[in-house]
Nanobody, 124 residues
């Protein structure tokens, strides 16, 4: 079992930045790929970005390429999401998740564990 806890959400003006963190506990952190998803009110959960367990491979949704950066520190069992140039349409609850496989990493069904989410609100 893996427990995931997100932090770092908040309210920011358009053009601003936030850094989300996801701390993992329980079973060993290293074998899992980690991803971030988001869900806005009335919308389906959507993939944002993923990183493999070594940190050597990443995969970004087109909507965040060039603005968001994912990274991980396996020594701290933590994955980070640096979000720059934020837009009002980035407003969502952001969830981190852990997947045992890199296959179809953009699909939420590929993930085994989920955090509770953290709210990100971007004002115009």
């Amino acid at each position: 079992q893996v427990q995931l806890e997100e932090s770092g959400g908040g309210l920011v003006q358009a053009g601003g930045s936030l850094r989300l963190s996801c701390a993992a506990s329980g079973r060993t952190f290293r074998p899992y790929a980690m991803g971030w998803f988001r869900q806005a009110p009335g919308k389906e959960r959507e993939f944002v970005v993923a990183i493999n367990w070594t940190g050597g491979s990443t995969y970004y949704a087109d909507s965040v390429k060039g603005r968001f950066t994912i990274s991980r520190d396996n020594a701290k069992n933590t994955v980070y999401l640096q979000m720059n140039s934020l837009k009002p349409e980035d407003t969502s609850i952001y969830y981190c998740a852990a997947a045992a496989s890199w296959i179809q990493i953009g699909d939420s069904a590929s993930y085994d564990y989920w955090g509770q989410g953290t709210q990100v609100s971007v004002s115009s």
